[in-house]
């Protein structure tokens, strides 16, 4: 779900982890995201929460893993 518009669908993939200790671009998750991977962009130009190396966009993040928050996964 996007950040800027809480009902719209941004992405979809799958849940990886719930596990606060998983790694995304080798920093821990913590207790308030989940790992999710990215399978389709459906807004490639929304900004990821948190970014790292070189994936600032859904559109950047599709095909790898990401930490999203979980108040925004469905």
Known sequence: MS???RNEII???YLKSMDP???VGGRAIGRNNYE?????????D??????YMHFNTIM?????SI???KSLNI
Do not use: C
Not at 36 to 43: F, G, P, T
Not at 60 to 64: E, I, K, N, P, S
């Open 3 to 5: 950040v800027i518009e």
């Open 11 to 13: 992405a979809k993939g």
């Open 21 to 23: 200790n998983a790694e």
């Open 36 to 44: 999710v991977h990215i399978n389709v962009a459906v807004k490639g």
């Open 46 to 51: 929304e900004d990821l929460k948190i970014t």
């Open 60 to 64: 950047d993040a599709q095909g790898v």
């Open 67 to 69: 930490a999203w928050p």
